[in-house]
């Protein structure tokens, strides 16, 4: 009897002794897991799918875990084909790409605020990704006889791992990274424009086609920016007050395009001509003193721009004269950002048009047959091929299409503006003539036209008005137009001084280079980033490939 009590005591003990072994070991694991900060906000209501990457490590030196977390570091690479380089994932759209990066389609919904945003945002350039893939931007052409296609650039993902007990109190969420130059080209290239740019204050802030980018900071870490799609909310029409337009803007997605949203021209290397700073009016005259060293065309800007603020008359022209073909052959895509305030000029302008036509028809009537070179012929019957379609005059047409305009013309515009860059890459071989002269020279008289063509509208000096060829041309566009015309003996006596003294090839080499800029600006659409929001938006140039890192929380 006493023996079976005795059990009883002892095994009640030991079933106390248990319990309170299990609660203890219970209570003490719960503080080591504890010890792992940060391990509920790497969770999969916060990250979807990245959650999975989410490991503890535990640190025996100091008997607790230490969390591990994966997120993306988004980067913009040159596009050489489906292959990405070792560790880099394509943000392309495609299901394997989404499966890869982890995104869900049902990420494109608003979502809460506990997720991360940067969810949200590698959904956004999936589809836009997307788009530029239907559309042609990444087929793989040729885009020319001669020359290299541009610099296609796409996003990448490449995943990378951080330890929470690095984090600043600040973050609450697990954060993506890019950098200053990146995410303001990805930024363009969803349809948003920056109303506020200075990453040197942590300040950035972007929104349009139903986007929003603003910024925050945190202490020893940086920039932290916060995404917001509004696309899946068809019924917003107003935010803060302010209409939230749903057009699409789509970009040549080209390191050369890229750079022109910086402020600098991108400059076409094989005709030695550099990269031109335009983003500023102080870079304006800084490239304008670099065609002119004699300073008279800068000294000619600021007179004009005292009476006509915010234009540069003539040194527009330098943008198609200097610029490669950005466009890409099969692809209607032609929107890149403007690299400078005032960039429309007569190279753009239908009264530029109709005036060269008819101008160099009368050069070629006055002129015996064999005084006439072939070159000369074969601009104005290039010209008239393209005149068939109604866009190549038509101003205000070309520029409604934007990137709808039709293929077949655009095509046929782009082969000639190869036939006209062939002609002077042979006419260069082996001469004293030089293309960057010749551009040069045109823009340093360019500038002139404003003030020539009003003088003459005015009868100053008993100057008298050219035929404008037509009651639909505006006067003084058509009358500046007529002054380029004036200038070209002027253009052929300073090839001369180069030393480069034929005359009619400087002519015939003229009449080519005005049809090549026809060519370029039918070929492109410069796009101002601007709404019923936003005034044109261009970045400072110095932070064009600037690494500086943002994070996306």
Known sequence: MGDHSDNNIAVTALVVALCSLIFTAGQLLGQYFATADGHRRCQ????????????????????????????PEIRLQQWLGPRAAKNDIWIDGSE???????VDDFLFQSGSDERVCWLSFLASLHSQENKLEILGCYRSLRDSRILPPPTLVRPTLRFREWSWDFMSPDIVRPFAVTNVCDIAVLVRRLGMTWSDFRPEENILRAEGNRHLITSTVARSIGIILHYTNYRANKDLQMFDGKEMLPSIVTY???????????????????????????????????????????GKASK??????????????????????????????????????????????????????????????????SRDVDAVTPQTRWVLRKYEELAQYPEWEDEILAND???SRNL?????????????????????RGSLFNYYDLMASHVRHAVNYWGDAWSHL???????????????????????????????????????????????????AWFTMMLRAFCWWRCHYLNPGQDMIHSPSILPSRYWDSKLPVYIG
């Open 401 to 403: 299409q934007s990137n």
């Open 96 to 102: 394997d790409s989404k499966t890869r990066t982890m």
């Open 300 to 365: 000619t800007l600021k007179d004009v721009r005292s009476l006509v603020p915010r234009v540069t008359f003539g040194f527009s022209d330098l943008i198609p004269l200097a610029a490669p073909m950005l466009r890409r052959r099969g692809s209607t895509v032609i929107r890149v950002p403007i690299p400078t305030e005032y960039c429309v000029g007569l190279t753009c302008h239908t009264e530029g048009f109709v005036v060269f036509r008819h101008r160099l028809e009368e050069y070629i009537g």
């Open 252 to 294: 040549i997605p080209s390191s050369e395009a890229d750079r022109m949203g910086f402020g600098i021209l991108p400059g076409f290397k094989h005709f030695g001509i550099p990269d031109f700073k335009m983003g500023t009016i102080e870079e304006v005259y800084e490239t304008m003193n670099t065609l002119d060293r004699s």
């Open 458 to 508: 005015r009868g100053d000096d008993g100057k008298q008005a050219h035929n404008d060829y037509g009651p639909q041309l505006r006067d003084w566009i058509a009358e500046g137009a007529h002054m380029y015309w004036d200038y070209l003996p002027r253009i052929a006596q300073d090839i001369k001084n180069k030393g480069f003294d034929d005359e009619a090839q400087v002519h015939e």
């Open 44 to 71: 999969p209501s916060v990250m979807g799918q990245w959650a999975k990457k989410t490991r503890l490590r535990w640190r025996w030196s100091q008997f607790r875990f230490e969390i591990l977390f994966t997120t």
């Open 408 to 428: 077949r013309f655009l095509e046929d515009v782009h082969t000639c503006w190869d036939e006209a860059t062939d002609y002077f890459y042979k006419m260069q």
